[in-house]
């Protein structure tokens, strides 16, 4: 007779989950680096130690973070609204040229004081835009919002491919970028933070959006959870019927879920462009919006857990390299085995080991395994949600 489910403790589900299926993606990873012939315990501590064992490595890593959590947020907007919203990489890349509009014509006008709230507003727009066509798709006509989004990233790419090599390529020019932005049209370093420390930055992007992205992740808690609109997403990401039968508009929570979901994606643009490479080229997202989606599974789709999760997947991004450049064996190639794993336990296998801490939770104490209906609203509150 099978155990019936029940509703783990939020520490148990937003805590020790997660953790026990990162140990085990850690493990199997490890084993696939003993197929090639290499000691998984160093590579281990090679990986950590260029991540976070230098000003250096630290600063990438948070840099990398900061896209990680853009993406993260858009995608868990979306799920809270019931819907998986996969075009976080189009609404991204084309919120690229919210940027190019605001840097390519200010910034040889104003301080980046100024243009950053104005890149923030256009990007955020971009991306909003962008995800309102399969919104309203799925709002009006029922169209599977997969299938949509997904599909909005292969024209998204293009649309780029035609604005940055037959528009805004300066003349003369053979890479498909636009000009570099003045120094104003560039973002300051917060690599002094970590100097601050001890710890010594030659030169990484790191930058003030990592600041904008914590505070997005902040109001997204607000949103989701202190907002009347945020429980109108909840409820209809949790029940459709229920939420109609309350009154809640089906259409409003679509479009309006998915617009924010897209600002979000778009505000990604700011990081590699403005802060990093000081134009805007082709593909500057690198597939970021895909790991956004594995980043808001295993934060659970809330802020705090992205956030992690981010500073996870930039750990992974910055000791990764670090490890392929120490072990030549273990190539770029085999990091991106890795993270194929932590995405897979902590997506598609997130389920695996819940029944075994439901039965352990349970042997340890009445009430440990499952909650109350009181229990459950209790430790909603506490956790946000």
């Not at 300066?170 to 601050?196: C, K, M, Y």
């Not at 003030?208 to 914590?214: E, G, H, P, R």
């Not at 809640?248 to 778009?266: C, F, K, N, P, Q």
């Amino acid at each position: 007779m099978t155990t019936p489910y029940t509703k783990l403790p939020a520490w148990a589900n937003y805590g020790l989950i997660p953790l026990l299926n990162l140990l085990v993606a850690f493990a199997v990873a490890g084993l696939v680096v003993l197929l090639v012939g290499e000691n998984p315990i160093d590579a281990a501590v090679i990986l950590v130690k260029g991540a976070f064992g230098r000003g250096q490595g630290i600063a990438f890593t948070l840099y990398y973070a900061t896209t990680f959590i853009f993406t993260g947020l858009s995608v868990a907007v979306a799920v809270h609204c019931g819907l998986f919203n996969i075009g976080t990489e189009g609404q991204a890349y084309i919120a690229g040229l919210g940027v190019a509009l605001v840097a390519l014509n200010l910034d040889g006008l104003a301080p980046w004081y100024v243009l950053f709230p104005l890149a923030i507003i256009a990007c955020a727009a971009l991306g909003a835009l962008w995800a309102l066509g399969p919104a309203y798709l799925r709002a009006k006509r029922g169209s599977h919002i997969v299938i949509t989004t997904i599909m909005s990233n292969f024209i998204a790419a293009s649309v780029m491919v035609y604005m940055l090599v037959d528009v805004l390529k300066p003349a003369g020019s053979q890479a498909p970028q636009t000009r570099n932005f003045l120094e104003s049209g560039q973002l300051p370093r917060l690599n002094w933070l970590i100097e601050l420390f001890g710890s010594k930055v030659r030169s990484a992007p790191f930058n003030i959006s990592f600041i904008l992205a914590l505070f997005m992740a902040w109001a997204v808690w607000v949103l989701i959870w202190r907002t009347r609109f945020g429980y109108e997403m909840r409820t209809y990401g949790f029940s459709p019927k229920a939420a109609l039968y309350a009154g809640i508009s089906e259409t409003r929570v679509i479009i309006l879920g998915m617009m924010i979901s897209g600002a979000l994606a778009g505000m990604t643009a700011l990081n590699p462009t403005m802060g990093d490479q000081h134009n805007v080229a082709l593909d500057f997202v690198s597939g970021a919006g895909f790991v956004g989606i594995a980043v808001a599974l295993m934060g659970r789709s809330h802020p705090v857990g992205i956030v992690l999760a981010a500073i996870l997947f930039g750990m992974l991004y910055q000791g990764g390299a670090e490890l392929a450049f120490e072990k030549p064996a273990i190539s770029r190639d085999m990091i991106v085995i890795i993270q194929g794993l932590v995405i897979l336990f902590a997506g598609a296998l997130e389920h695996m080991l819940r029944p075994q801490v439901q039965a352990l939770l349970a042997k340890l104490g009445p009430g440990r395994g499952a909650q109350t209906p009181a229990g459950r609203a209790s430790a909603s509150a506490e956790n946000g949600g």
